[in-house]
């Protein structure tokens, strides 16, 4: 009865396609609905708030093909290009809420939790940080969550080796350092390290996603005015569990010297 | 769900009355499976009725007994007239064995235990009464009995479920219904672990446990990090016992595409939000010819043996079979 991975999140085994993460993302989320049948009795709303997190932050490694990767590698698993064609250990069967199974028939049994996966774990990021291909014009306002998988983007670092089994492994913490200035290089290491995206964040919080890459680059002339970032960097800061207080005056005295200098 | 058996009350011999009768532990092949739910009306003496025809059709020696005590009507299911015996002879020992109280249904292989000429203070049997009950019942010389248990959670209701080998959860797909189904099994699940508690010293946790309002996720997972703090061993025992909880599924009366989905999406819920297991076992359409056939006191699989409810109950009582023999092959 240890916690659930990513997959027991999402009902899957290791081993399924994007195409059925994506489709199970969409199916457990929709059983987390506030009045959805099979839970609205069963759990409150402080705990469906917690689940949703947890089912986001699955969908945000697993649905990223290169977080998948390195999550499956966490586990000790095959990642699904890497797998042999007649894998050693064998994956579990797919649940039958995972087959969406139509039940006039008899369904499968739904498997007990694999044994092979391993407890939830702090996230951690293996790869380099993203490319800043993300602060371009502003898109439409609303923005709606991503429905096809990610692509599996290179990311290559001059001078390092793109092979992701020799990549240096850096391991980024999901704190703040406990003293000094809340800057935007840290939030970035925390939101990594939680495995966000800025379009993530924009999607949660309904704040555009170049705010918070403009926090992270801290390039004040594109900020807002102070009134609007306090709250911007509350919204971030609870995203990334951080105390919201701490982060918006921390990072609003940043800004004002920043802008004095 | 039957390895524990039921429930000690405060009776003067607890230890005695929860052994199983040797007539179980003497090569019995008996299975039990009870159907309940928490809720009326959702359709637990159909499937009681439905299940034990399929069983019987399928050559198993089956006996249905009508476990809604004091609100017994499963003979109308199974289009018997009203029996001249039953359950009411065994607890008033006008006879000495259940078998003698059974009533033939029509079906081959297929008697009923009825629960029609109960008097009138049945519903509440004294508990020696009831544990006598359960020893017939399980002393029965037959392959399967299915018990049709009442609505509510009062301790008989429970203790009739946990009895069972097979544990069948019915629920419509209506919030009430849900809801019940739920709270259903939560009390069950208590009451199987105050049957161990003695065992394992967990009095104290189980009550806090026990009171937790509805909502909270004060679950198994909670209970048993609590008892690994304590002591790693009693622990693994408990994650044992609790692992043995595990309900089977019919999901009744669906009317939807997404109806058809709640069956998966309650196991789903169950595992991830109160962390045990259960099985599905399928799902029936809503069908008008069921009440047409509870209207005109006729057994719907026997009236429609090819309509789509008795292929949805064919392919419940398949997949019941398939985890019955793979329980077996545990067990030996």
Same mark, same amino acid.
């Given at each position: 009865?240890?916690?659930?991975?990513?997959?027991? =999140?999402?009902?899957?085994?290791?081993?399924?396609?994007?195409?059925?993460?994506?489709?199970?993302?969409?199916?457990?989320?929709? %059983?987390?609905?506030p009045?959805?049948?099979?839970?609205?009795?069963?759990?409150?709303?402080?705990?469906?708030?917690?689940?949703?997190?947890?089912?986001?932050l699955?969908?945000?490694?697993?649905?990223?093909?290169?977080?998948?990767?390195?999550?499956?590698?966490?586990?000790g698993?095959?990642?699904?290009e890497?797998?042999?064609?007649?894998?050693?250990?064998?994956?579990?069967a797919?649940?039958?809420?995972?087959?969406?199974?139509?039940?006039?028939?008899?369904?499968?049994?739904?498997?007990?939790p694999?044994?092979?996966?391993?407890?939830?774990?702090?996230?951690?990021?293996?790869?380099? @940080?993203?490319?800043?291909?993300?602060?371009?014009?502003?898109?439409?306002?609303?923005?709606?969550?991503?429905m096809? @998988?990610?692509?599996?983007?290179?990311?290559?670092?001059?001078?390092?080796?793109?092979?992701?089994?020799?990549?240096p492994?850096?391991?980024?913490?999901?704190?703040?350092?406990?003293?000094?200035?809340?800057?935007?290089?840290?939030?970035?290491?925390?939101?990594?390290? =939680?495995?966000?995206?800025?379009?993530?964040?924009?999607?949660?919080?309904k704040?555009?996603?170049?705010h918070?890459?403009?926090?992270?680059?801290?390039?004040?002339?594109?900020? @807002?005015?102070?009134?609007?970032?306090?709250?911007?960097?509350?919204?971030?800061?609870?995203?990334?569990?951080?105390?919201p207080?701490?982060?918006?005056?921390?990072?609003l005295?940043?800004?004002?010297?920043?802008?004095?200098? | 769900?039957?390895?524990?058996?039921?429930?000690?009350?405060?009776?003067?011999?607890p230890?005695?009355?929860?052994?199983?009768?040797?007539?179980?532990?003497?090569?019995?092949?008996?299975?039990?499976?009870?159907?309940g739910?928490?809720?009326?009306?959702?359709?637990?003496?159909?499937?009681?009725?439905?299940?034990?025809?399929?069983?019987a059709r399928?050559?198993?020696?089956v006996?249905v007994?009508?476990?809604?005590l004091?609100?017994?009507?499963?003979?109308?299911c199974?289009?018997?007239?009203?029996p001249?015996?039953?359950l009411?002879?065994?607890?008033?020992r006008?006879?000495?064995?259940?078998?003698?109280?059974?009533?033939?249904?029509?079906?081959?292989?297929?008697?009923?235990?009825?629960?029609?000429?109960?008097?009138?203070?049945?519903?509440?049997?004294?508990?020696?009464?009831?544990m006598?009950?359960?020893?017939?019942?399980?002393?029965l010389?037959?392959?399967f009995?299915? =018990?049709?248990i009442?609505?509510?959670? #009062?301790?008989?209701?429970?203790?009739?479920f946990?009895?069972?080998?097979?544990?069948i959860?019915?629920?419509?797909?209506? &919030?009430?219904?849900?809801?019940?189904?739920?709270?259903?099994?939560?009390?069950?699940?208590?009451?199987?672990?105050?049957?161990?508690?003695?065992?394992?010293?967990?009095?104290?946790?189980?009550?806090?446990?026990?009171?937790?309002?509805?909502?909270?996720?004060?679950?198994?997972?909670t209970?048993?990090?609590?008892?690994?703090?304590?002591?790693?061993?009693?622990?693994?025992?408990?994650?044992?016992?609790?692992?043995?909880?595990?309900?089977?599924?019919?999901?009744?009366?669906a009317?939807?595409?997404?109806?058809?989905?709640?069956?998966?999406?309650?196991?789903?819920?169950?595992?991830?939000y109160?962390?045990?297991?259960?099985?599905?076992?399928?799902?029936?359409?809503?069908?008008?010819?069921?009440?047409?056939?509870?209207?005109s006191?006729?057994?719907?699989?026997?009236? %429609? &043996?090819?309509?789509?409810?008795? %292929?949805?109950?064919?392919?419940?009582?398949g997949?019941?079979?398939?985890?019955?023999?793979?329980?077996?092959r545990?067990? #030996?």
């Open positions: 009865m240890a916690e659930p991975s990513h997959y027991e =999140l999402l009902d899957l085994a290791p081993g399924c396609t994007p195409q059925e993460v994506q489709a199970a993302y969409a199916r457990v989320k929709a %059983q987390l609905a009045d959805a049948l099979a839970t609205y009795a069963l759990i409150g709303p402080e705990e469906r708030a917690e689940q949703l997190r947890r089912i986001e699955a969908w945000a490694v697993l649905g990223d093909g290169e977080k998948r990767k390195a999550y499956d590698r966490e586990l698993l095959p990642s699904a890497e797998k042999p064609v007649e894998p050693a250990i064998p994956p579990p797919v649940r039958p809420e995972a087959s969406n199974a139509m039940a006039t028939s008899a369904p499968t049994a739904a498997e007990p694999s044994p092979a996966l391993a407890p939830i774990r702090a996230p951690t990021v293996l790869d380099p @940080p993203m490319p800043a291909n993300e602060s371009s014009p502003p898109p439409p306002e609303v923005v709606s969550p991503p096809e @998988p990610r692509s599996v983007r290179p990311t290559p670092v001059p001078g390092a080796p793109v092979d992701p089994e020799v990549r492994v850096r391991k980024t913490e999901a704190e703040l350092p406990a003293e000094g200035p809340v800057t935007g290089e840290a939030l970035r290491r925390v939101r990594e390290a =939680l495995g966000l995206t800025l379009k993530d964040l924009e999607q949660r919080t704040i555009g996603h170049w918070f890459d403009a926090i992270e680059k801290e390039r004040f002339a594109a900020l @807002p005015a102070p009134v609007y970032l306090r709250g911007f960097l509350s919204s971030l800061a609870r995203e990334l569990k951080l105390d207080i701490r982060v918006s005056r921390s990072y005295e940043v800004v004002e010297k920043g802008r004095k200098s | 769900m039957g390895a524990v058996d039921p429930i000690p009350e405060a009776d003067p011999a230890r005695r009355a929860s052994r199983r009768s040797p007539a179980k532990a003497v090569e019995s092949s008996l299975r039990i499976v009870g159907v739910g928490g809720k009326g009306g959702i359709g637990k003496s159909l499937v009681s009725a439905s299940v034990a025809i399929e069983l399928r050559g198993k020696r006996v007994v009508d476990a809604d004091g609100g017994a009507n499963l003979h109308t199974l289009g018997v007239d009203l001249s015996a039953g009411g002879d065994f607890l008033e006008r006879v000495e064995r259940l078998d003698e109280a059974l009533v033939p249904t029509g079906v081959p292989n297929l008697s009923l235990l009825s629960g029609a000429h109960d008097p009138l203070d049945v519903a509440n049997p004294k508990h020696q009464q009831k006598r009950l359960f020893r017939g019942i399980q002393a010389d037959v392959d009995a299915v =018990l049709d009442g609505g509510g959670t #009062n301790f008989n209701v429970l203790d009739f946990l009895l069972a080998d097979h544990g959860l019915t629920l419509v797909p209506e &919030p009430t219904s849900v809801e019940n189904a739920y709270r259903f099994l939560k009390a069950a699940f208590y009451r199987r672990l105050r049957a161990v508690e003695t065992v394992y010293g967990l009095g104290d946790l189980l009550s806090e446990i026990g009171r937790a309002p509805a909502g909270t996720v004060t679950g198994p997972r209970l048993l990090a609590q008892v690994r703090e304590r002591d790693v061993a009693t622990g693994d025992l408990l994650e044992r016992e609790m692992k043995k909880f595990r309900p089977r599924l019919v999901v009744n009366m009317r939807t595409e997404g109806d058809q989905g709640v069956g998966a999406a309650v196991v789903s819920a169950w595992r991830k109160f962390g045990l297991d259960m099985d599905y076992l399928g799902c029936i359409g809503y069908d008008d010819e069921v009440w047409r056939c509870v209207r006191r006729r057994a719907l699989l026997l009236e %429609q &043996p090819e309509g789509r409810t008795a %292929q949805a109950i064919s392919g419940i009582v997949r019941l079979l398939e985890i019955d023999s793979s329980l077996l545990e067990e #030996n």
